[in-house]
């Protein structure tokens, strides 16, 4: 690699010579044999070929992950590691169809579960006295039988509902109960 000197500094190739700039500065090389449509054709450099496109596949389905994290989550390290782990697993042999929910579920929380709500309605003898109960968790985790008399609206359960009815009801069920 030469420095190019003097008042006139040139970029490009005059005959088996390549003149270029980097960081600044201008140097002249001798010209490369390489060329696109040997690297794109020749047998020698199929193995060059197959590990781009590996690279080329995991970049894009971990920048698609990447986009999708909002703005204060976004670190170049986890994108980096999110490139390194998907070349990994196509290397292992990981379909590229299944490759980016593989790296979601590596990368990405899991999202919680919705909380659903049971309420139980008994009607008692009286006329408008319908009473809600069901099963909360408190402040500190704990599950615990609430409800409202809608007659009073008391925070008690009110008469002629089935406490034990109700809390079998919320704890049998495949959700946390909340107020």
Do not use: H
């Amino acid at each position: 690699m030469a420095k190019q000197s003097g008042v006139i500094k040139i970029t490009g190739t005059i005959g088996n010579i390549t003149f270029y700039k980097m960081n600044g500065e201008y140097y002249a090389r001798s010209k490369s044999s390489l060329s696109g449509k040997r690297v794109k054709k020749d047998p020698n450099y199929e193995r060059f070929r197959t590990y781009s496109g590996r690279m080329a596949c995991a970049s894009q389905i971990a920048g698609s992950i990447y986009r999708s994290l909002r703005k204060a989550e976004r670190e170049v390290s986890l994108y980096r590691k999110m490139v390194s782990e998907g070349l990994r697993l196509l290397r292992a042999g990981c379909a590229e169809e299944r490759l980016e929910e593989t790296l979601r579920a590596m990368f990405l929380p899991a999202p919680e579960p919705a909380v659903q709500t049971v309420t139980v309605q008994e009607t008692v003898p009286q006329p408008r006295n319908i009473a809600r109960a069901g099963i909360c968790v408190d402040a500190k985790g704990k599950l615990e039988v609430c409800g409202e008399n809608e007659a009073n609206g008391a925070g008690n359960i009110g008469m002629g509902v089935n406490l034990q009815s109700a809390y079998k009801l919320a704890v049998a069920a495949p959700w946390r109960c909340v107020k």
